[in-house]
């Protein structure tokens, strides 16, 4: 095949992808991806924002000001807000990351006003040493506009949570014109496994079909979850997640002690120091729940798969619970927010198959199934009013609503004109 064809290929999957994620990595082991920037680059069809990386972008303050003063070439109007703000942000930029993603939001917002905007940063490796532009880029993904969407170009496997991120269907790995499925990490040595970890649920780690209670305290098993969850971590990383409130010399101190005791419950050295960073020790094979759970996922959302619904069934079996639950951390939080969308998404696609089948209630039994991992989805509510109200149960449709009412009454939270334009329609 010649190379213009395999481009147009490889574009073509980009744009596809698009439609459905708001990040898009072009994976490092890509063949084509500076050829694929290049024609993404002079396409009219889609509005893009190119900003290279630089050796000085070391922090989120100069990687902001760096990526204004480039982008005044493509887009004058981009950057006048955040020009704008006070000197006092930039003066402690640290304590207003808020202010700046909230005007970088808007920034974007107005970009993205009459067609897509393609927000691409390229040798995003160069970042790899900056905690805070990594943390920027993760709260940005969730709170990007509709219209916008994230192309990176990295020559190694940038630092972020690419497993949550899938789950929630916010991000794509694309190597050259194909999706990656599976392994994201490269961490699975299948198909025997040394070391199986289960973190849908309560969290457990089986070493050689054993398993592991030997912890000494909860923070050695939690550190060993937090390296599992992206393909590289730094020191500071893990001393931000663990123990904000410590001084960086304590913190690191009670870090060394912790992975100690790791590796002394494991009886082996699971995370390892790779130059700056550290990894799980790519010489131990793994299982993780998640991974699969996530790889699962994606096979269920493959229209072109036969056995889809058996993908969905076999997604909700593996979630066994909420991620690490009994544990409240704020990383912890997150991921728990990310595993439990991937769990819900699988309950209501299967619930919309047994509605195509005719068989409303082994719908309903799954909506409220997913319900009881979240009350709040009105979409979930709004599914159960209507099949009550479709099978002739008008009654229970209002009785459901008047419950979820008072539900959200209770905890501060309101109703959406959409779900009470549907309880006045089943009461008229």
């Given at each position: 095949?010649?190379?213009?064809?395999?481009?147009?290929?490889?574009?073509?999957?980009?744009?596809?992808?698009?439609?459905?994620?708001?990040?898009?990595?072009?994976?490092?082991?890509?063949?084509?991806?500076?050829?694929?920037?290049?024609?993404?680059?002079?396409?009219?069809?889609?509005?893009?924002?190119?900003?290279?990386?630089?050796?000085?972008?070391?922090?989120?303050?100069?990687?902001?000001?760096?990526?204004?003063?480039?982008?005044?070439?493509?887009?004058?109007?981009?950057?006048?807000?955040?020009?704008?703000?006070?000197?006092?942000?930039?003066?402690?930029?640290?304590?207003?990351?808020?202010?700046?993603?909230?005007?970088?939001?808007?920034?974007?917002?107005?970009?993205?006003?009459?067609?897509?905007?393609?927000?691409?940063?390229?040798?995003?490796?160069?970042?790899?040493?900056?905690?805070?532009?990594?943390?920027?880029?993760?709260?940005?993904?969730?709170?990007?506009?509709?219209?916008?969407?994230?192309?990176?170009?990295?020559?190694?496997?940038?630092?972020?949570?690419?497993?949550?991120?899938?789950?929630?269907?916010?991000?794509?790995?694309?190597?050259?014109?194909?999706?990656?499925?599976?392994?994201?990490?490269?961490?699975?040595?299948?198909?025997?496994?040394?070391?199986?970890?289960?973190?849908?649920?309560?969290?457990?780690?089986?070493?050689?079909?054993?398993?592991?209670?030997?912890?000494?305290?909860?923070?050695?098993?939690?550190?060993?979850?937090?390296?599992?969850?992206?393909?590289?971590?730094?020191?500071?990383?893990?001393?931000?997640?663990?123990?904000?409130?410590?001084?960086?010399?304590?913190?690191?101190?009670?870090?060394?002690?912790?992975?100690?005791?790791?590796?002394?419950?494991?009886?082996?050295?699971?995370?390892?120091?790779?130059?700056?960073?550290?990894?799980?020790?790519?010489?131990?094979?793994?299982?993780?729940?998640?991974?699969?759970?996530?790889?699962?996922?994606?096979?269920?959302?493959?229209?072109?798969?036969?056995?889809?619904?058996?993908?969905?069934?076999?997604?909700?079996?593996?979630?066994?619970?909420?991620?690490?639950?009994?544990?409240?951390?704020?990383?912890?939080?997150?991921?728990?927010?990310?595993?439990?969308?991937?769990?819900?998404?699988?309950?209501?696609?299967?619930?919309?198959v047994w509605i195509s089948r005719d068989r409303q209630e082994n719908a309903l039994k799954l909506y409220r199934q997913a319900l009881d991992e979240d009350f709040s989805r009105e979409e979930?509510?709004?599914?159960?009013?209507?099949?009550?109200?479709?099978?002739?149960?008008?009654?229970?449709?209002?009785?459901?609503?008047?419950?979820?009412?008072?539900?959200?009454?209770?905890?501060?939270?309101?109703?959406?004109?959409?779900?009470?334009?549907?309880?006045?329609?089943?009461?008229?």
């Amino acid at each position: 095949m010649k190379i213009n064809d395999l481009i147009h290929k490889a574009y073509a999957a980009l744009l596809t992808e698009a439609q459905q994620n708001k990040v898009l990595l072009l994976h490092p082991h890509s063949r084509y991806r500076s050829m694929l920037l290049a024609r993404l680059l002079n396409e009219t069809s889609v509005n893009t924002l190119y900003y290279a990386m630089g050796p000085d972008d070391v922090d989120l303050k100069s990687f902001i000001q760096h990526l204004i003063h480039d982008a005044a070439s493509q887009h004058p109007t981009f950057g006048r807000h955040l020009n704008m703000l006070s000197p006092e942000v930039y003066a402690n930029f640290p304590a207003h990351v808020d202010t700046i993603l909230e005007t970088f939001i808007r920034e974007m917002n107005e970009l993205s006003s009459d067609k897509l905007l393609l927000l691409v940063l390229d040798e995003y490796d160069r970042s790899d040493e900056a905690d805070d532009i990594h943390r920027f880029i993760e709260t940005l993904v969730d709170n990007m506009p509709a219209g916008c969407r994230l192309v990176v170009n990295s020559r190694s496997l940038p630092r972020l949570p690419w497993i949550a991120m899938i789950a929630k269907r916010q991000a794509a790995m694309l190597l050259d014109d194909s999706l990656i499925t599976t392994d994201f990490y490269r961490n699975d040595k299948g198909p025997h496994y040394r070391l199986e970890v289960f973190a849908l649920g309560p969290g457990n780690v089986l070493l050689d079909s054993k398993t592991v209670d030997t912890w000494e305290g909860h923070l050695p098993r939690l550190l060993f979850f937090f390296a599992l969850d992206r393909p590289l971590i730094t020191r500071a990383e893990i001393c931000h997640a663990f123990w904000p409130d410590l001084e960086s010399d304590q913190a690191v101190n009670v870090f060394h002690v912790t992975k100690r005791r790791l590796h002394k419950a494991l009886g082996l050295d699971v995370l390892v120091h790779n130059e700056t960073h550290y990894q799980i020790n790519p010489e131990v094979s793994v299982y993780y729940d998640v991974m699969d759970f996530v790889e699962t996922l994606i096979r269920a959302r493959d229209e072109s798969n036969a056995e889809r619904f058996d993908a969905w069934q076999q997604a909700a079996k593996l979630y066994r619970g909420p991620f690490l639950q009994g544990h409240n951390e704020e990383w912890i939080d997150n991921r728990r927010v990310a595993f439990r969308s991937g769990y819900l998404e699988a309950l209501t696609e299967m619930a919309q198959v047994w509605i195509s089948r005719d068989r409303q209630e082994n719908a309903l039994k799954l909506y409220r199934q997913a319900l009881d991992e979240d009350f709040s989805r009105e979409e979930i509510h709004r599914g159960i009013m209507k099949l009550y109200n479709g099978l002739g149960r008008r009654s229970e449709a209002v009785a459901h609503y008047q419950q979820m009412e008072k539900n959200f009454h209770d905890r501060g939270l309101k109703v959406s004109s959409e779900t009470v334009t549907l309880y006045n329609d089943i009461m008229a």
